[in-house]
Nanobody, 125 residues
C-alpha cells in the first residue's frame, strides 16, 4: 500500500526549530516531486516547499524563505523539512504529498497525491 507518513511536529516557542520527516512506503519517490503543505484552522491548504527527487531542485513560498530548508534522502525514501526561526503564523497541520507534474513548484493541491495524515506544528509561547 502506497503511503506517506509525516512525523516530527510538536509545540515550540517562537524562534524555535523543528524537523519534519516525510517517509514513503510501498512505492519509491524517485523521479517525483514532494511537496510540503500546511493548513491552519479556517484557512485553505497552502504550499510551503517542494523538492524534486531527481535533481534536488527546491522551491519555497515567500513567507518561509531563509527559515525553512527542504532536503531529500533517496536511499531512505524520505524528505525532510527543517524549520527554524518559527513564528506563530507557521502554526498548522503540515502534510506531504507527491506529484509527477512538471509544474510541481506551483503548489497546486489538485496535482498532488498520496497525502499523508499530517503532523501538527504549534508555535506558541
Amino acid at each position: 500500500q502506497a503511503q506517506l507518513v509525516e512525523s516530527g511536529g510538536g509545540l515550540v516557542q517562537p524562534g524555535g526549530s523543528l524537523r519534519l520527516s516525510c517517509a514513503a512506503s510501498g512505492f519509491t519517490l524517485d523521479h517525483s516531486a514532494i511537496g510540503w503543505f500546511r493548513q491552519a484552522p479556517g484557512k485553505e491548504r497552502e504550499g510551503v516547499s517542494c523538492i524534486h527527487m531527481s535533481d534536488g531542485s527546491t522551491y519555497y513560498t515567500d513567507s518561509v524563505k531563509g527559515r525553512f530548508t527542504i532536503s531529500r534522502d533517496n536511499a531512505k525514501n524520505t524528505v525532510y523539512l527543517e524549520m527554524s526561526s518559527l513564528k506563530p503564523e507557521d502554526t498548522g497541520v503540515y502534510y506531504c504529498a507527491t506529484t509527477y507534474s512538471g509544474s510541481y513548484y506551483l503548489f497546486k493541491v489538485y496535482q498532488y497525491t498520496n497525502w499523508g495524515q499530517g503532523t501538527q506544528v504549534t508555535v506558541s509561547s
